[in-house]
């Protein structure tokens, strides 16, 4: 069989978590309402995935931070195919398609690196994002500040994240953001997610210690928590 | 191990979905309150499965337009079985149990056909679904005008659905009734789901512009889409 | 590779469901408020598992009743890794550390025997537990009348728990608690939970009438419920 040509809307996939990047030249104006767009969004990009939520927010808050385009809405699924977590559905809008290409490439490109501190295992997952500056996308997802540094920590099954929650906000002085758990700010998702801010390095020794308790419960579990693309980044 | 004698709610099953047809000649009256049925719903017929809606209520709609029965509730769990999107419990009712039983039939004996246009493969699905005339288990199930053509439009991961629902309001003068959403209309899955009215050859050419755009997005990913029963029918 | 020494938090696993059981012994004071504790909460357990609700409520309640430990909250993530039902988050809070090491452990113990009532197979599951008297994280998590008999039955996909449930009520003189469906109750789960109360016998005539429905349907199905654990105890 020959390879398909990928048609225009079409831009791209990362390897992990079935993330495909789209884009719509020219949204229909039905829909445009229906999704809550406002008129100047002519072009939308689109990155829509089954596995990960945090990785590609993270990513996407790069390319909003490059390129002239908005990030219009972030939707979390119940997915991750089986798995304790969430997918993802980001619509970033402008009004030239040319923008929202770049962001959408922008995004596609990042996510492969946030995806090394996805750290797997057959009883959950272990998640940990940093960034020293949160843009738009983080802001839209996740209440993050900003240009703020900011965290995320997840933790799945729940008690996994409740415990490295509790590390994190002991081995720092940060600020508690959010704390999700499944019955309230996740989509009934087997996770316990909480975001916080503070002072970069503080932020940064907060999440290197939520990572460090939660792949040790793991162990203790007898389960082999391994990092998703093998590079770990934080 | 000799084949268990069917017990006397048991109607069927069907080969795709885990789909099962059910009755219950008399219902419970402190049950029949919990769920919301009136004292006449004496009989009532249940069609449960664990992957697929659009083509269980298709076929219920059948059901409903030939028996002398009652669409009293259609719940959309978030199932397919780690898929991406919904499993479906239909409830019919009626005084009497030889018309429910006939309908959870007719509903058994349709639901295979519909599955002929669900797409599988391994990053999501791609779902379609028409009918000429819309009735009452597709107006409670998906508020469809009843006796007007009718279309449902999925497609999963939710990008693939975004780009699917602006290629068949684009294609044909259709009238776009419901988006849902992983967080608005769904039950947290990851589709995007349109719903769409019109004059019935407009509907059937949105809904076919909608799948070849959805396959064509699925192969650019390198999946290899195909349709559940083999055999396509809109 | 050695086995790593188990963390502090760590209190242990059970066989079925990816359940594990940890603690805190001073749980952050930001935390702690985000969570919903008190100030006497200062330590908590932490009972999680990615399959199963019932059997660890179930089993809670058994270290409730023999320890001085509060149930703080009972949470149910849509999970059981692409099955059709939950998983489960339960807190439970003290003073002491001793105390709620000892009510993890004792609901650890107990979850295995509970396992035992629930038969899965290829297309949903079906569960049932029984209580000759509930107390504080039944009536937590599921409204159980403290003291009283207390029974829980669940069918999945959701129709195979209707006909359970209207045969339960039919069987004994038994209370109506509370009807769950895919839209109501649950997490989006592909279930029907039903939850009785009344006379201990009649309870527990209701149960295993129940389940005998069940399992019939199952195997009506072409189905193969076995027990989690091989190891019945109703």
Redesign the interface.
Known sequence: MNK?V??T??VG?VKYG?T?G?V?TN??S??RD??GLDKSHRA?G?????TGAGSQIMAADEAVKATNTKVVSV?????T????GH?C?I?LASEDVSDVRKAVEITLDNTERNFGEVYGF???HVELHYTARASLALNKGFEAPIGKAFGIIVGA????G??M??TA??AANVE?IN?S???QG??????IIITITGDSEAVRQAVIAARE?GL??A????ENPISTTGKPYI
Chains 1, 2, 3 share one sequence.
């Open positions: 398909p990928p048609i809307e079409f996939t079935d495909v789209l719509i949204v229909d039905v829909l229906k999704m939308i689109i990155i829509s995935n089954r939707e979390l699924p119940r997915d195919k089986g798995g304790a997918g559905l619509i057959e009883a959950g099954p729940a008690g996994i409740v415990v929650a509790d906000l002991k508690l704390y758990s499944p019955s996740t989509s009934y998702s087997n996770e308790v040790s419960i162990k203790s579990m007898g």
